[in-house]
């Protein structure tokens, strides 16, 4: 039976199930879970995953949820799947489990409020909460510091100093393309001063192409509409208004 995947590709950990099921070439079926519309409450979902998050997988008679959990099972369970993946050697993956288990406690802490609070919410008609967009930045900074100085550290192209990409590197860039929605200049001001951390998404994206663009075309699109302005405004008035708008 046909391995199923749910998601939605505007979430971050869903993105990172479908490059990796695509870059190892692992014959499966995206069953559209449409967060927008609440599909992840729907009954069905619910007896998938009773947390109603995405992602979620049913092989066969198995169901998993938790992005982290599906890529170690994907990698152990399907043939073929290179060793940097998810290594055979036991302190490789220690280490691959270290980098997973901070970024749920840091990076995505840090990222996924911030971006809410700024963009996300107020597209959606929600007030934004400054205090909570300032506490994420600081979180998100920090995190973005701690890539660049600890699991960057040496001359590796990925982390923890590997030549090849993990699923901990693929997890981690899906997380931070999550800043593209906030248009190229703060963008910019978050990742700028984090050369390596820079380079390294560029090694993550090409080491994963064509399906990385491919997977994150929807990220895209929806940082083109979240930085248009409403008809008849120019850009800089819709700056100057604090305004975002959408058609999401």
Not at 2 to 8: F, I, R, S
Not at 18 to 37: G, P, Q, S, T
Not at 176 to 189: A, F, H, P, S, W
Request: charged share 25%; aromatic share 8%.
């Amino acid at each position: 039976m046909k391995l199923k995947v749910y998601a939605d590709r505007m979430s971050q950990p869903s993105r990172a199930i479908l490059i990796f099921c695509k870059v190892n070439r692992i014959d499966f079926e995206e069953v559209r879970i449409d967060l927008a519309k609440h599909q992840q409450l729907s009954p069905e979902f619910i007896a998938v995953n009773p947390m109603g998050q995405v992602p979620a997988i049913v092989d066969g008679r198995f169901q998993l949820f938790e992005s982290h959990a599906i890529l170690i099972y994907l990698a152990c369970a399907f043939p073929g799947i290179a060793d940097h993946w998810y290594p055979n050697d036991l302190s490789k993956r220690g280490k691959i489990h270290s980098v997973l288990d901070w970024h749920h406690s840091n990076l995505r802490r840090g990222a996924a409020p911030f971006i809410w609070n700024t963009v996300m919410g107020p597209a959606l008609g929600i007030k934004p909460n400054p205090q909570a967009a300032a506490g994420a930045e600081k979180l998100l900074l920090s995190s973005l510091s701690k890539i660049e100085s600890v699991w960057l550290k040496g001359n590796g192209k990925f982390l923890l100093g590997s030549s090849q990409p993990s699923i901990a590197d693929l997890s981690l860039v899906c997380e931070i393309m999550e800043l593209e929605v906030l248009g190229d200049k703060e963008r910019d001001r978050i990742l700028g001063p984090y050369e390596k951390v820079q380079q390294w998404i560029e090694n993550t994206k090409n080491a994963t192409r064509p399906h990385f663009d491919e997977v994150h075309t929807i990220l895209f699109k929806a940082k083109a509409r979240l930085q248009k302005p409403p008809s008849g405004t120019t850009i800089n008035e819709a700056s100057k208004k604090g305004a975002l708008h959408s058609k999401m």
